[in-house]
């Protein structure tokens, strides 16, 4: 009889590789952006900084609580924009909004990207 492999879970698997590739960290906030339901963004917001060092260092950094942090990003609650700008801040992340599309833009709707400033 075979031993069986250890399973990973689904979160284990997307926060390694976020962790191995940065940029596509941004394609999966923005992309969780486009998603109705608010708390998608917070649960793709957690897996990065997971990704990026973790919870507790992205509170050091951005000068949150740890423990809200966590709170935060449990998809329960909704955080302040200031929180949200401060942690987006700690993992080198900026928000910025532009014109969905030219035919969108006559409506003057608008829709929110996380950019990711690359450092060299």
């Known amino acids: 009889m075979k031993p069986r492999k250890k399973s990973v879970s689904h979160d284990e698997v997307i926060v390694a590789h976020l962790k191995e590739n940065p940029e596509e960290a941004v394609e999966y ?45 449990s998809g329960k609650r909704y955080p302040r924009i200031n929180n949200i700008n401060a942690l987006l801040g700690a993992l080198g992340f900026a928000i910025e909004i532009k014109m969905k599309s030219p035919k969108t833009a006559r409506k003057r709707k608008a829709v929110a990207q996380v950019v990711f400033p690359l450092k060299r």
Do not use: H
């Open 29 to 73: 906030l923005n992309a969780s952006l486009t998603e109705e339901d608010p708390r998608m963004f917070l649960m793709a917001l957690r897996d990065v900084t997971k990704a990026f060092g973790g919870m507790k260092r992205a509170a050091d950094r951005s000068g949150l609580n740890r423990e809200s942090l966590y709170k935060a990003l």
